[in-house]
């Protein structure tokens, strides 16, 4: 059972990326998703989540208007579309599922259970 991000790289600030989270030995069928992210100076932020039905997001305020994410219909991928990307946007991203974590439109919570799982994270770097 494990979560790997992709997608991640190098982009000028501005321009686009999507990240992948997909799972391996399960699929996103009980608990919403939630993408992290951890930038160079340390700080850990929860960017977005969606619920297991795709029908719920949320989007941090740094990252609102600018961030959508999706979940596969087949449930074993869920999706974090970057759009105009800023330098602060810098960090690596990891994605995680977790019984812990709750996603409804107007909040995002997350605490952290012993049956959650998290992806090793992928790199993102904007260049001004």
């Known amino acids: 059972v494990q979560l790997v991000e992709s997608g991640g790289g190098l982009v000028q600030a501005g321009g686009s990326l999507r990240l992948s989270c997909t799972a391996s030995?399960?699929?996103?069928?009980?608990?919403?998703i939630g993408w992290f992210r951890r930038t160079p100076t340390n700080e850990r932020e929860g960017v977005s989540c969606i619920s297991a039905s795709g029908t719920t997001t949320h989007f941090a305020q740094s990252v609102k208007g600018r961030f959508s994410t999706s979940i596969l219909s087949d449930k074993t991928q869920v999706y974090l579309q970057m759009n105009n990307v800023r330098p602060e946007d810098t960090a690596v991203y990891f994605c995680a599922t977790d019984p812990g974590l709750l996603c409804t439109h107007g909040n995002f919570h997350y605490s952290r259970t012993e049956f959650g799982t998290w992806g090793q994270g992928t790199q993102v770097t904007v260049i001004a």
């Open positions: 030995g399960f699929t996103f069928e009980d608990y919403a």
